[in-house]
């Protein structure tokens, strides 16, 4: 089993629908990343947590540490946001990410 | 700032020849990691730095893998020789300290023929 499992793999989804895209992990963690690469391929921090909510324009990100688990939510989808979102968790020591798969999420118009 | 830099974007070399990544952090950055990412593996920690100095090198696939920082400002990712499964992009990253975002360099796609 992975130590972070993201759902779902693939997501289409019409202009203007909420997103949420989610993560859980396995292992214990300092913080979480959510990540975002376009097609071109550069990868863009969005959000690092490791409590609560963080909020960005249409982005919140949430997590639950007891549960292990955290989601990603966009607002009033755009294609401008269609990309592969990627999750990451710290771990409690160290600097170490471990990636998730990603979810490659395409919004039309 | 620039953000950081990797180069070349793209490089393509014949199997058994030697290829170097090159990156530039961030200025002020303490931390810096080489990663890499293909389609079966998704992305992946190769190694990372701190202050310069290696501190996990448990991604590195084989001993055809080096890397080195001489310096805050640059450091190199080495395959010698190179593979064809090698072939994959190579992301630099730094980040400030560990309690900071990571930020990450536009990538260098590698394809070994």
């Known amino acids: 089993k992975n130590e972070v499992e993201q759902s779902p793999q693939n997501l289409t989804a019409q202009e203007g629908e909420f997103i949420t895209i989610n993560c859980s992990y396995s292992?214990?963690?300092?913080?979480l990343h959510w990540l975002q690469q376009h097609p071109g391929g550069g990868i863009v921090s969005l959000f690092m947590?490791?409590?609560g909510k963080k909020k960005h324009g249409r982005l919140i990100a949430t997590i639950n540490i007891q549960e292990k688990h955290s989601s990603l939510h966009i607002t009033a989808s755009h294609p401008r946001d269609s990309a592969v979102y990627i999750c990451a968790v710290q771990g409690e020591y160290g600097n170490k990410l471990v990636f998730g798969a990603g979810t490659i999420l395409r919004v039309k118009s | 700032d620039a953000g950081v830099i990797q180069s070349p974007r793209h490089e393509v070399t014949e199997m058994g020849q030697e290829v170097t990544l090159r990156c530039k952090p961030i200025s002020g950055h303490n931390s810096l990691f080489w990663y890499r990412q293909t389609m079966m593996r998704g992305l992946e920690l190769l190694i990372y730095f701190n202050n310069n100095v290696p501190i996990d090198d448990s991604g590195m696939p084989e001993d055809r893998f080096s890397a080195k920082m001489p310096n805050a400002s640059f450091s190199t990712l080495k395959i010698q020789p190179s593979e064809p499964r090698d072939s994959a992009v190579y992301f630099c990253a730094s980040r400030r300290t560990q309690n900071t975002e990571a930020f990450f360099g536009q990538g260098t796609r590698l394809t070994v023929v």
């Open positions: 292992v214990g963690i300092s913080a």
């Open positions: 947590l490791s409590s």
